[in-house]
């Protein structure tokens, strides 16, 4: 961990966390730019997952932020301090209801989990767990 090669991640209820609108942002970056690029978006506080990616717009950041106003003003941030970052596109949600395997409740709690079965065949859909089932 010290190293920075492994991050421990702990995930809160988003509408309880102070930043409930998840912005997903699509860039382009030039090949020569995209690893100090990607690695200075990782930067950015509001910034919960960034990966460089195959295709023109070859990195996706995705954040957390308060309000939709924010949303812009994140993307002007990144803009101004990363000259070779082009945001061609961007998803926002305003309520999550699946995240990191949790099916979440209004609140953004974790309520149910799909369990990953990763030996199951391509493209057949789990089923929903409950919490007090036991999964073997």
Known sequence: MGSGGLVLRCDLAPPLSGVPVSVTFFASVASGHLDATAHEVARFPEIRLCVTVAGPQNLLAIAWVASLADVQR???????????????????????????????????????????????????????????????
Do not use: C, N, Q, Y
Request: no cysteine.
């Open 74 to 136: 994140l993307e002007v941030r990144l803009a101004r301090a990363l000259p070779h970052l082009r945001v061609a596109d961007r998803s926002i949600a305003l309520r999550i209801t699946k995240h990191m395997g949790r099916i979440l409740d209004a609140d953004g709690r974790a309520r149910d989990f799909v369990p990953v079965d990763l030996w199951s065949a391509a493209g057949t859909s789990g089923t929903v767990a409950h919490a007090d089932d036991d999964i073997v």
